[in-house]
């Protein structure tokens, strides 16, 4: 009975997700990247000598790296997104990396869309598209790559999407 529940549940929904296990040791290897660079001046000033590192070295990258961490914890990441046809709404549910799960439903006559595309070339390779999901005027939720995981296409189907099922007064 289930498995029938959810494949009709399925048929009148599109659904899109995010791997958040791949996403989160990505972030954290990127994090990790830096901290022997942090390492390196102390070390630097310990073989030879050199006066590199002053008296607030190692507190300027505590407070570098409490800081990045703070922010990696804090940006609410895109956990599923589903388009339920039926009722005529979209489904955000995310997530942030302390495993709050927060669930919001979008009437697609209220939802607005903000489409962001990058300027530069530099822009072009680390944030290919930007989405900014509106419910009224309210910032619901700003999805892009480098944050989500989600690749460029993907990211392209949902813009699609959201203009095929909601007609939104897109801003670009």
């Known amino acids: 009975m289930r498995r029938i529940l959810t494949k009709t549940f399925q048929a009148r929904m599109l659904h899109y997700k995010t ?14 990247f830096f901290l022997p660079v942090y390492g390196l001046l102390p070390a630097i000033d ?20 409490l800081s990045s961490l703070v922010d990696l914890y804090s940006k609410r990441r895109l956990h599923q997104l589903f388009f339920d046809t039926q009722r005529k709404e979209i489904i955000i549910e995310t997530n942030t990396f302390g495993n709050h799960l927060k669930r919001q439903a979008i009437p697609f006559s209220e939802t607005n869309l903000q489409v962001s595309r990058p300027v530069t070339k530099f822009q072009m390779k680390e944030i290919p598209l930007t989405l900014t999901f509106y419910h ?13 995981g989600l690749p460029p ?3 392209e189907e949902i813009r699609e999407k959201v203009v095929a099922y909601c007609n939104p007064n897109l801003a670009s």
Request: aromatic share 14%; glycine share 2%.
């Open 19 to 32: 791997d958040l296990r791949a996403l989160k040791k990505k972030v954290l290897k990127d994090w990790l």
């Open 46 to 65: 310990f073989v030879f000598k050199t006066d590199l590192v002053w008296e607030s070295y190692y507190f300027v990258v505590g407070a570098l790296s």
């Open 153 to 155: 296409e993907t990211l």
């Open 136 to 148: 009224k005027r309210k910032e619901v939720l700003r999805i892009n790559n480098h944050k989500d």
